[in-house]
């Protein structure tokens, strides 16, 4: 059976909001402490506490970002502009790459 491009748009768009939902409902306000191990983020301090989490702005031209939390300083890092975060094995590290 083949879709219409109309019927093809209406599934694409009722995917979209799903993932959108998926995302909103299990990735938004949980945060976690963290500490930053090396990078390239210099208003981050390395081996003190922070705050990771994933945050939705409606106003930026970025719609998701990863934020990161240290004192008063707060990053950005929009999830498009994200390539990995790679596990180590057997351990609780994690490595952004953006």
Avoid: W
């Amino acid at each position: 059976m083949k879709m219409t491009t109309k019927e093809n748009d209406r599934l694409k768009e009722m995917v979209d909001m799903l993932k959108h939902r998926l995302i909103e409902e299990n990735c938004f306000n949980i945060t976690y402490i963290a500490q930053k191990l090396s990078g390239d983020l210099p208003q981050i301090k390395s081996n003190q506490e922070l705050i990771v989490g994933f945050v939705r702005d409606h106003e930026g031209a970025e719609e998701f970002y990863l934020q990161i939390k240290q004192s008063s300083q707060t990053v950005r890092i929009p999830t498009s502009d994200i390539d990995e975060i790679e596990h180590v094995e057997g351990t609780f590290q994690f490595y952004v790459h953006y």
